[in-house]
Nanobody, 121 residues
Framework: QVQLVESGGGLVQAGGSLRLSCAAS????????MTWYRQAPGKQRELVAAITSDGFTNYADSVKGRFTISRDNAKNTVYLQMDSLKPEDTAVYYC???????????????WGQGTQVTVSS
C-alpha cells in the first residue's frame, strides 16, 4: 500500500505565503515525477507545478515567479512554496506521485487526499 499525505494548507491573507508538503510512504520502489494540482470550486483540476526525480521543474503560467516546487528524494517528499498569494489561488491542492511499488513493480499514479488553501483579500 502507498499513501500520500499533504499538509501545510490553511488561511492566509493576500500577499502572504504558505508551504505545502506531501510525503509518500509505503511499499515504494522508486518515484519519478511528483506533481501539485489544484481544484477551485466549480472548476476543473489544474496542474500547478511538477518536478522530476532529476529536479527538472514545470509551472503553470499563473504561478510562475510566485511558487517554487522542490523535493527531498531521501524522504519521498515534495514541497510547494507559495509566495505572493492571491485570492484566485484559493483551492484544494492535491499532490500526485508517479511511482513504482516494490510489490507490483508497475508504474502508476497515486494521489493524496488534498489540503485546503484559502487566500483572503
Amino acid at each position: 500500500q502507498v499513501q500520500l499525505v499533504e499538509s501545510g494548507g490553511g488561511l492566509v491573507q493576500a500577499g502572504g505565503s504558505l508551504r505545502l508538503s506531501c510525503a509518500a510512504s509505503g511499499s515504494i520502489f522508486s518515484i519519478n515525477a511528483m506533481t501539485w494540482y489544484r481544484q477551485a470550486p466549480g472548476k476543473q483540476r489544474e496542474l500547478v507545478a511538477a518536478i522530476t526525480s532529476d529536479g527538472f521543474t514545470n509551472y503553470a503560467d499563473s504561478v510562475k515567479g510566485r511558487f517554487t516546487i522542490s523535493r527531498d528524494n531521501a524522504k519521498n517528499t515534495v514541497y510547494l512554496q507559495m509566495d505572493s498569494l492571491k485570492p484566485e489561488d484559493t483551492a484544494v491542492y492535491y499532490c500526485k506521485a508517479y511511482l513504482r511499488t516494490s510489490t507490483t513493480m508497475r508504474w502508476q499514479d497515486y494521489w493524496g487526499q488534498g489540503t485546503q488553501v484559502t487566500v483572503s483579500s
